[in-house]
Every structure is written in C-alpha cells, then in structure tokens.
C-alpha cells in the first residue's frame, strides 16, 4: 500500500478491515474502483485552506475526529418518528437509509411503474451487478475531489434507482438518509446512482436528517445520468443535525434535449460542503440549479457549482440565495464552463446573499470560463442586509420590529421556495423557516 | 391632537430642524409648506419615528403622549399614517397581505378583533375605489413595477384603510399628473372629517387647491417662518419662495 500520512492512517486501517469484510466485497471491478479511489485519496490527502476549492473551508474539525464506521441501527427510529420528514402519500417509492445501510423495515414501495427499479445499491451490486457496472462511479471523478475519493473507497450502499426508456414517473422518489448515531462519533458513505432512460421523466428526492447531538459525518456521492430527451428534477434537503459534518458531492451528466433542474437546501450542520455538477453533453439541453441555504450560530455552508456547457444550444439558470445570521460563514462558488464547441450558450448565473447580524460572513465567487465566442453568459452576485428603508415602511404601517424583520426575510427565501414544485417539500421548508424566525408564524399568516 | 414645541432634529450630524413650533387641533388641515431641504420630509419622518434622525431638542405631544418615546410601530397603532414620498418597494410581500397584517396589528391595539380574510377583502374592495385603484394591484408585491402615480394612490389607499387620527402627507402630489393628483385628492377629502386631522407636506400650491387647508406654514432653514390662513398659499405661489428666504434672511440679519 502507499505511503500514509498520519492523519489518514485510521481510514487506511478502516479500509483494510472493510476490504477484508467478505460481505461487501462484491463484484471484482468494484472492488478495483475502492482500491484505486483509496490510493488516491491516500495521495490526495485532506485538502487545507491552500486548495483553491477549498480557500473558505476548513475541513480541520473532520480530520480531528476519529471516526468509527456507521452501523445499521434502528435506535428507535419507527416510521412514526419519521413521519415529519417523509413526504406522506405523495410518493411512488420511499427509500430509507439508516446510518448510510438500507432499511428494509421502513422504505416502502407505492406505485413504481413497471419496469422502474428504486432500491438498495448493496443489493443491485449483489443481484445485477451488470446492470450497475457501466455507471457506476464512471462519472462522478475521485481523481481531484478526496471526499468523492474517499467515498468511492468506501462505498457500499446507496440508493440505486434506474428508469428505462420512456417512463412517465409522476410522484417523487424519495431516498431518505436518516442518521440515528448515538454515543460515538460514526461515519457514513451513502452512495447513489440514478439513471434515467431516454424520453423519460421523474423527480428524485434526497433527504438528510439528523435524529441527534452527536458529531457524525455524512460523506454521500450521487450520479445522474439522464439520457436524451428527459424531464428529471432533483431535490435535497440537508438537515443534518447540528454538530454532524456533511459533505457531498451530486454529479449529473445530460445527454441531448434534456431538461434538468437541481434543488439544493442546505439548513443543518456544523460543517456543510455540497458540490454539484452538472455536464451538459448534448445539445439543447436546459439546466437548472436552484440552492437555498440558512444558516446561524456557527455553521459553516459552502456550496460549489460547476456547469459545463460542452455542446451548443443549451441554456442553463442558476439562481441560489443565501440567509446568514450568529457567527455563521457561507461560500458560494460556481463555476460556469464553456467548452470551444459549445457556441450559442446562454448561461445565467446568480447569486444572493442575506446578511442578518454582523457576524455572519459570506464569500462568493463566480467563475466563467469561457472557450466558445458565440455565447450569452451572465453572472452577479450581492450581499446586503435587510432594508432598513423597507423596515420602517413595514413600521411605519403599525407591523412590529420583529415581525418586520421576519417578514422581509421570508418574502427573501419566498423566491426559492416559490419553485418547489414537490409540495410536501415546499410545506417543510415553509414550515422549518417560520420555527427559525421569530415571529415567524406571524409572518406565515401575513404572506 | 399633535403639539410640537422647540423641535431640534439632526440627520448625519447636521441639524435640519431647528425649533418647529406647531399646534394641530382634530379636525384641522395643516400645509407646511417650503423650498427644498427646509426640512420638510424630516419634519415628517421625525413625526412617523424613523430613527436615523436624531431629536436633539424639543418635544413632541399626541393626544397627550410623549410621541418621541414611542417605536414607529405603536405611533402608527396610536392612529399617525405616513403617506411617503418615496413610497418603499418590497418584493416578494404582496400589498394585500402586508396591509392585512398592519391593519390587524392597529385593531388588536384599539382593542377591536382582527379581521379575518373575506372581512378584509370587502374592506380593502370599498377603499380600493376611493382612489380608483385596480384590484390586482393587491396581489403583487408591494410597489414592486408601480409607476409613480400607482405607489401615490396606494399610499393613499391604505391610509383609508388603516383609517388614522393623524394623517402625514410628504410631497403626495409630487410627480402627479393632473387626473392622478385629482384622484389623490378626492381619496384624501372622503377622509376628512371632524375628528381627524392632516398635515399636507407640498413644495407646490397646487395641492393646495385640491385640498383645501385650514392653515398654512411656511418652513425654511428647519423654522416655521412664516404662517397664515390658505391665502398664504396664494401668495407663495405669486411671489416664490425667495421672498420668504429675503425676509427671513433680514429677520436673521436683525437678530445678529
């Protein structure tokens, strides 16, 4: 094996313990892919402040903590405790994942059409393995990003959804990742692969809740690969609980004509970096990224996008927003990519931030690059604090400080969650803003 | 109802008011009138509780209160209404629901129960044509894409339905036309009434014509200078503003 630094010798033991682990071993291409994303891991290290991606982000209080790998374990958890979270009836399929591990007990199967297949990674790489073996990990790349690496090495299980030509799935799939760790301080490498069949349509939802206090870390990588001509919407709902680190990284490649949008909600955790990636490969495709993010006390939110725009014809929109109050730190990075061959892209990115104490930070960057020379391609961000104009106006017509305040806040989220169009998702994230401000039922009823 | 005694205000450490004495009884229709930078939006945004003024003198009595004490809100719950001339766009909070939210603030302070959504909109429908303002304007988000004239007859528009004791109107008539300033106007004389009063803030006597004032002031240099009954407004609008600043500048000279 390589040469370790200290810091990782605890994963490099891990990792030997897990290889020799008879009942993950799987298939053996798998198990080439684990050992060559370790080895690159092992090279690539953490990374510091020094990396460019990771300027704003610290990832020192992970590298600290001695992970022990996250088992199943219920804990308690029933399906009635996890009602609040689960988008009720409006689902055709509920996958639930406990501690990274699929939960037999409490996924559920409502009304998958037929042909579609939404279920546990561990169990496709053990019953059909050939059906995962041209996606898997082929997309999302371990060679730059250590966290992708390091759940490559250690990936096991996940969510494995595959939809073939042609299907219309009209209710959410909904992949819920709930994190039960009690006593120590676990790890998990959540792995998921979505494939969508050409002319087809669905709407994937991924969910992370904490149940606890502890200090865990949630290392998930998601693939998408829609093909030709098809309508997916992804969704994710960080809720972490507050002293968990989550780390993630969702990689999407379109091929032609399709129609792609991504919305990602960061609330929870101590330490949150969500990396997506979308690679539009065919033409006239249209992608959206949506993010939305609120954060205080001493969170830290750092989102990275990265369009590339490598065929022409495609637009791609991209809009996320920000609300930061206490010592909170956000950052946001997007990338936009426009390859020589991509003439006639429009590409619009933008970026808006909400500073609600003096505390809180926020560094944004946007980045175009741009290799083609027949291209729209927009970008702007800001940050301010709330109007201390629109305040007094609000005042001034008998409505309190506070309700003010939280009004004019809300109506700042209300743009994102206007777009929602997976209602049990809008009614949470309604929910969950209005618990966080003050005031907020007051607001609720005024908006 | 409102009495100002020796009233000192300073923005950005500049004082513009520099001792307003002014007494307005129910019923009554006050124009203050004045060049520009003579402190009259101050005046008005002192009155309404903005706080980026700073009061350094002087007070201030509602209907026998310490007006200065009190937080924007409560002054607008105790009955002063604020028409601004720069009225605030808010997006993403509609007109009809940040109304509904005032008004019911106002009510639960006077005591009276809030209304509920189908009492509101009959309310908001009757005041809504007070001022002939289009309905939609209630759904979208307040004075977002407004043009001028709408943002006045909203402002106008929801006086009328918070229905105040106290009325402040900063500049209402300012960039209207003809037919908007007459709609303003008609909007602003259904609510005169014996127990209510108005303070008109104009730097044009036109307004003035449309309402009709019971007294006139003339501010310069953060003072009232000058007062008189309507046919003040006449003659200011005869003779200009310079004539007011030649005399006040010789009553200067004479105190020196």
Known sequence: MVEISKELENYLSDFERFEKNGAVKGPSWVHQIRKAAFARFAALGFPTTRHEEWKYTSVAPIVRVRFQPAAYELGGLTAARLARVTLGEGTCAQLVFVNGCYSRELSFFWSLPEGVKAGSLAAALYADPAGVEPYLARYASYQDHPFVALNTAFMEDGAFVYIPQGKIVEEPIHLLFVSTARGQSTVSYPRNLIVVGNDSQATIVESYVGLGNEVYFTDVVSEILAGENTVLAHYKLEQEGEEAFHIATLQTHLDRNCNFSSHSIALGGALVRNDVNAVLEGEGSECTLNGFYMVTGRQHVDNHTRIDHVKPHCSSRELYKGVLDGRSRGVFNGKIYVHRAAQKTDAKQTNKNLLLSEDAVINTKPQLEIYADDVKCTHGSTIGQLDQDAIFYLRSRGIGLEAARSLLTYAFASEMISQIKVEPIRAQLDNLLMTRLQNGSHAKDTL | ?256
């Open chain 2, 1 to 256: 109802m409102l009495e100002i005694k020796n009233l000192h205000a300073k923005v950005d450490n500049k004082e513009i008011l520099r001792g307003i004495d002014l007494t307005v009884n129910a019923g009554e229709i006050h124009a203050v009138m004045g060049p520009n930078a003579s402190g009259k939006s101050t005046l008005a945004h002192v009155l309404a509780g903005r706080e980026a003024y700073e009061v350094t003198a002087g007070e201030v009595r509602y209907e026998g209160k310490d007006l200065l004490t009190m937080s924007p809100e409560d002054r607008a719950r105790e009955g002063i209404f604020l028409a601004f001339q720069y009225p605030v766009e808010i997006p993403g909070v509609s007109t009809a629901y940040f109304l509904k939210a005032g008004l019911n603030a106002i009510r639960k302070h006077r005591g009276l129960e809030e209304l509920d959504a189908m009492d509101f909109l009959t309310l908001v429908k009757e005041k809504m044509k007070l001022v002939e303002m289009d309905q939609s304007l209630l759904n979208r988000p307040i004075n977002e894409g407004f043009s001028g004239g709408e943002k006045k007859r909203n402002e106008i528009f929801q006086m009328a339905v918070l229905d105040p004791k106290l009325t402040i109107l900063d500049e209402t008539d300012s960039g209207l036309d003809i037919d908007a300033l007459r709609i303003v106007a008609n909007g602003v004389n259904a609510l005169r009434s014996n127990d209510r009063a108005m303070i008109v803030i104009t730097h044009y006597q036109r307004l003035l014509n449309y309402i009709v004032p019971d007294y006139v002031h003339v501010l310069f240099d953060g003072r009232i200078v000058k007062s008189g009954g309507k046919a003040l407004a006449l003659e200011l609008e005869e003779k200009g503003y310079d004539w007011i600043k030649a005399k006040a500048e010789s009553a200067q000279r004479m105190f020196a």
